[in-house]
């Protein structure tokens, strides 16, 4: 899978532990942090960049295979989608007495589609961490003379990240 060109950054923070060994004590954990948001189109883009292919190809192809894969799934077949897992569909129904009339439209409720993701793919065992800075906000002030940074979302000025323009093929994961 290759390796990420900038380290995932975390926190720490201390939690109360309801259950286990530690229950009623004190601990502290590292919870992930995302540096912002890559928007559907910015996806597209970054991948038609490694492609012949234009953005709104790349955005046309995308949602046909998760139209098509949503579709064949609806109809009881599972799909295999690639790196991301395979695709099969899932319900949940309720309870009925035995020798009591069963019936799909009121006993058989959440039809959905499961993904079953491929372990290698979403294991991230290959990224670096960077530990980032816990920040308190002062309560019931207003920052009225804090400057947001360059471009208005935190996201932004770091490559990929809503950067039209930033050049990468990264995603921010």
Known sequence: ???????????????????GKFAGKTVTVATARARGHVSFMRFC???AGHTT??????AAILNLAADTARSLVAGGESVNFGRLGSLSPTLHS???AKGEEFSAMTHIKGVRVRLRPNRQFFRLDDVALERIALEKKAKGKKDKG???KEGGHPAEGTPGAGDPGASGGHVGI
């Open 53 to 58: 292919f234009n953005y709104m190809e790349v």
């Open 1 to 19: 899978m290759g390796t990420t060109k900038q380290a995932l950054g975390y926190m720490l923070r201390d939690v109360e532990m309801k259950i």
């Open 146 to 148: 804090a400057q947001p």
């Open 94 to 96: 309720k309870a009925v």
């Open 45 to 47: 883009d970054m991948v």
